[in-house]
């Protein structure tokens, strides 16, 4: 990689800060955008609830030149340098992505999600018609998992707070409002978290991977979402956990699988 590719690459900063009109919680959201790489074309990198943009920041520069596309990481709401805000759901973030990253549209050929962000990004897919690769995501929220995030929100465990820390940008406040976020989340219940239509519109368009031993979204839950998105890729990876498919034991395989599923996919 050249000296000067290479400084450009680094040098991550805030792209947009554009609101969103029909936010949920009935508030202006700016949301903030990194950018690393160059190209007419890009990539879109949604990261996990509680992480920022910065969570793809040791992979960004190699994907933005092995690609040659620019990689658009955006912080979602109350993450990161983005505002905070009152309420999070996914299809509120969703919409303060779409406006945020609007400029870009037509250069987009891939959203990439994790966890929550592969929440978010599916939705955003569903939207603007794009192909989605989604890590760690399941059809809706099981018994465990919102009495896990109703405990959250009233205080944070230490292995959640261990993870929220180094992200958080803005301090104690940011702190307080991802704790309160766990309490939006659990407060979604067991419903569907991708709504038919939203599946439907995904047809043929989305690859799915997770953690063979993910305990957070479990094997069900994925053959659930994937059996939901007709024509949708379901692939696990042997004995990874949650988001551990992105992690340096299975980060190769991930990244191929994506780039192939990419490198299938018209540009729209």
Request: proline share 5%; charged share 15%; hydrophobic share 50%.
């Given at each position: ?144 998992n ?23 940008e ?27 239509a ?30 939901a ?31 192939a599923?990419?490198a299938t996919?018209?540009?729209?």
């Amino acid at each position: 990689m050249n000296t000067s590719f290479t400084r450009r690459a680094l040098a991550w900063f805030s792209l947009a800060s554009i609101a969103a009109p029909n936010l949920a919680w009935g508030e202006r959201a700016p949301i903030n955008v990194r950018s690393v790489g160059e190209g007419p074309r890009s990539w879109v990198l949604v990261h996990p609830f509680g992480a920022s943009g910065r969570f793809w920041e040791a992979r960004a520069p190699e994907l933005a030149a092995l690609h040659g596309v620019r990689i658009l990481s955006p912080d979602l709401p109350s993450h990161g340098a983005s505002p905070l805000v009152q309420r999070f759901d996914y299809g509120s973030a969703a919409d303060a992505l779409a406006a945020a990253l609007h400029e870009h549209r037509d250069s987009i050929d891939l959203i990439v999600g994790a966890s929550s962000g592969g929440l978010a990004a599916l939705k955003l897919a569903a939207a603007w018609r794009k192909p989605v690769a989604a890590i760690g995501v399941g059809a809706s929220f099981s018994t465990a998992n919102v009495a896990a995030m109703a405990a959250e929100s009233q205080a944070l465990t230490s292995g959640a707070d261990q993870w929220v820390t180094p992200f958080l940008e803005q301090g104690a406040p940011q702190r307080a409002a991802i704790q309160r976020h766990y309490g939006d989340l659990a407060r979604l219940g067991e419903g569907a978290l991708i709504a038919p239509a939203e599946c439907d519109a995904l047809a043929g368009a989305v690859l799915i991977i997770n953690g063979g031993a993910d305990d957070f979204f479990l094997r069900d839950s994925a053959h659930a979402l994937a059996d939901a998105i007709p024509r949708s890729l379901l692939t696990f990876v042997s004995g990874a956990g949650h988001l551990q498919p992105l992690g340096a034991a299975h980060r190769v395989f991930t990244w191929r699988a994506i780039a192939a599923f990419a490198a299938t996919r018209v540009r729209n």
